[in-house]
Structures are given as structure tokens and as C-alpha cells.
């Protein structure tokens, strides 16, 4: 069975910082990871995914994932965080033998002005 | 083009009662999902489908019944409302397969009293 795992409920990080929001997973194949945003009253929207390749994932928005197989992470950065990406943050994986998509509990990410 | 929609946005239910939450996409893709959204817990899936005809259960399936006559409607069922039903339900779609990129409807809030 695969799981996912944010470890941080909230982040906060001053605007023009570097930020990394955390992710963790556990698959029995080869995964496939995903992150995806939340914006007040909205549904989710796609960010960035690895499947295969390389491992630094480039995504929306300037945002940033490097595909760790070792520490099976895959953790969300961005070089110089802005106001406007504060928002709640999914992290999802999936594999190759299996159709679901397992989503994490979320990390909500305040930039401070 | 208008990705995923979905209806109602809002909903009160009594307890007992039953109601269908539509889910409709005009992108031509395969996959079809639906969420619920509780808070602190990220996303749970109830149900997916890989095509007209075919569904499966997710993680939560208890409570809900699906059906996909059509590439484009997805509808979700609950047969007897419980509290426990209470939360924002979302509404997915991807194109081939789970390793694409999944486009989100806008959610209905469905609260059970």
C-alpha cells in the first residue's frame, strides 16, 4: 500500500525567502509524485509531478521538487517566496501498480510581508 | 471550455436523506475521480473510474455509490446522509492514465444536520 506524508501542518517563511515544504512517501514500485495547491474556496490545482527522469522537477509558478529516492522524499521549494503563494499545499504519490493517487494531509503555507 | 464542473455548489441534507452530486468534464479524459475534503485531513478518494463503464473503490468508498455511463459524467451517490458525510466534495479528471495531470472541479459543500 502506498502512503504520503507532510510532516509540517503550517509553514511560515518571510516574503523574498527561500521555502521547502516537506513531503515523504511510501510506495511498493516505482512512484509517482506529485504536488498540487490550494487557493481559498477553490479545488486543487497541478504544480509539478516526477515520473521518471530527472530528479529536480521543475513546476508553476517558479516552484521547484527534487525526486529523492534514498530519503523516498520529494519536497516542494521555491528560491524567493512571494505573499501571493501563500495557499494550501498537497502532496500526492501513486505507482506503478496501482491506479489510485493517495493524497497528503496538506501544509498550510503563510509568506509574511 | 469549461474543465470540470460540478453541482450543486452548496448542500444541506437531513440525516436519512439521499442526494446526487454531479460531476461533468468536456475534456475527453479517461480518468475520473472524486474526493472528500476534510479538515486536517487532506484528500480522501472515494471513488475513481478509468473509463465509461468501469469504476473502483478509493480509500473511503463506505457511504457512496458511482456509476459512469459516459466519458464525460462522473455522478457520486449518497443513499442515506450521515453527519459523518459532512465536507467539501471535489470532482477530478485526468487524461490517459493516474500519471497525468488531474484537473479539479470547484467542490460542493455538502453539510448533513
Known amino acids: 500500500a502506498q502512503s504520503v506524508a507532510q510532516p509540517e501542518d503550517q509553514v511560515n517563511v518571510a516574503e523574498g525567502n527561500p521555502l521547502t515544504v516537506k513531503c515523504t512517501y511510501s510506495?511498493?514500485?516505482?512512484?509517482?509524485l506529485f504536488w498540487y495547491v490550494q487557493y481559498p474556496n477553490r479545488g486543487l490545482q497541478f504544480l509539478l509531478k516526477?515520473?521518471?527522469?530527472?530528479?529536480l522537477v521543475k513546476g508553476s509558478y517558479g516552484f521547484e521538487a527534487e525526486f529523492n529516492k534514498s530519503q523516498t522524499s520529494f519536497h516542494l521549494k521555491k528560491p524567493s517566496a512571494l505573499v501571493s503563494d501563500s495557499a494550501l499545499y498537497f502532496c500526492a504519490v501513486s505507482h506503478d501498480r496501482d491506479d489510485k493517487i493517495i493524497f497528503g494531509k496538506g501544509t498550510r503555507l503563510h509568506i509574511l510581508p | 471550455n469549461a474543465g470540470v464542473t460540478q453541482t450543486p455548489k452548496f448542500r444541506i441534507l437531513k440525516i436519512g436523506q439521499s442526494m446526487t452530486l454531479q460531476c461533468t468534464q468536456d475534456m475527453n479524459h479517461n480518468y475520473m475521480y472524486w474526493y472528500r475534503q476534510d479538515p486536517g485531513m487532506g484528500l480522501k478518494l472515494i471513488y475513481y473510474s478509468v473509463g465509461a463503464g468501469i469504476t473502483d473503490k478509493g480509500e473511503v468508498p463506505n457511504g457512496y455509490n458511482v456509476s459512469r455511463s459516459t466519458t464525460e459524467d462522473f455522478p457520486l451517490r449518497l443513499e442515506l446522509a450521515a453527519p459523518s458525510q459532512t465536507s467539501v466534495y471535489f470532482c477530478?479528471?485526468?487524461?490517459?492514465?493516474?500519471?497525468?495531470?488531474?484537473?479539479f472541479g470547484p467542490g460542493t459543500r455538502l453539510t448533513v444536520l
Open positions: 477530478a479528471s485526468s487524461g490517459r492514465d493516474h500519471t497525468d495531470t488531474q484537473y
Open positions: 510506495v511498493s514500485g516505482n512512484p509517482y
Open positions: 516526477y515520473i521518471t527522469g530527472d530528479n
